[in-house]
């Protein structure tokens, strides 16, 4: 079910020479889409990077997303174990991108800028023309992250509510 031209993706072209330049890690990390056998995996690593939250049941998150755009939904192996993730899509008016975790183990190496560069590159293919992403205030490194490579904050306030109750409440 793993489609080689984006296991390759990262592999050529300017986006992965300046992800390499970071550590020679990227360069070893496969980027490919979700497997229905990697969702164990996965969960463990957004547990692992302090992902998951009580009103966001993780395995109906991935269901939803294996609906609607499975291919915008992408993990980083590496040495055979997935070490990150990030959860893209495009509604035909803008990008999202969620989800964007790294092993804590592996963080700081560039991986997590690989798995943007790839996201941006399919969402770029798909003719999306900005990409949104949400992060809670008080995660400062994440934000520093996201302005490192290019993301600014946007003027607007984040407004949300829920269609469906993953506690049980659906």
Known sequence: MHSPRHSRALRHGPAH??????????????????????????IALW???????????PHKDIQRKLEVGPNLFLVGVLDGQI???????YEGHRGWLNYLAVDPE???????RAMVIEAE??????????????????NIEVIEFYRRIGYSMD????????????????
């Open 17 to 42: 020479d300046s992800a390499q330049r970071l550590c020679p890690l990227v360069s070893r990390m496969q980027i490919r889409p979700f497997q229905s056998q990697d969702e164990p995996a996965v």
């Open 47 to 57: 547990r692992q990077c302090d992902l998951v939250r009580p009103w966001n049941d």
């Open 83 to 89: 070490v990150a993730s990030v959860m893209a899509g």
């Open 106 to 112: 592996h963080q700081l190496h560039g991986l997590a």
């Open 121 to 138: 590159r399919l969402l770029a293919e798909a003719g999306c023309p900005k990409i949104n992403l949400q992060v809670r205030t008080a």
């Open 155 to 170: 003027e607007v306030v984040s407004l949300g509510k829920r269609l469906k109750h993953d506690d049980g409440g659906d």
